[in-house]
């Protein structure tokens, strides 16, 4: 039994988890099954500048299928995409039309912040066996 609030420690040791919110399990499975009930793949774009934060997060909200997680201390905005692969060079030439300098940009499975955020964020609830978000 691992109690633990770092969620990548968690990934890389456990082979169950079981995330709580307000006390109550609203989801449990291995993290790759955490991880497939969140959904989509995740783009991360990391901004050069802090400055261009506000205007990367307006870009990337037009492409997401949900609100883009925003950590402006890395100066970073992930959004989940369905298009995957297809809808990058898209974002690439929106990012470049808007004036973005990119320092980082990477499509990946959604991390374990990723998929605690997606499960106990505002609007979340609880993922039924077996079900997709």
Known sequence: LLTTQYLEEADQLADHIAVLNNGAVVAEGTPDEL????????L???AASADDVV?????LSRFGVDEPLVDEEKKTVSVPMTEGVG?????????????????????????MDEVFLSLTGPTARPVTEGAAT
């Open 44 to 46: 991360r774009v990391t």
């Open 35 to 42: 991880k497939d009930r969140v959904g989509d793949d995740r």
């Open 87 to 111: 809808g990058i060079a898209t974002v690439a030439t929106e990012l470049t039309r808007a004036g973005i300098a990119v320092a980082d940009f990477r499509l990946s499975r959604p991390s």
């Open 55 to 59: 205007v990367l997060t307006k870009v």
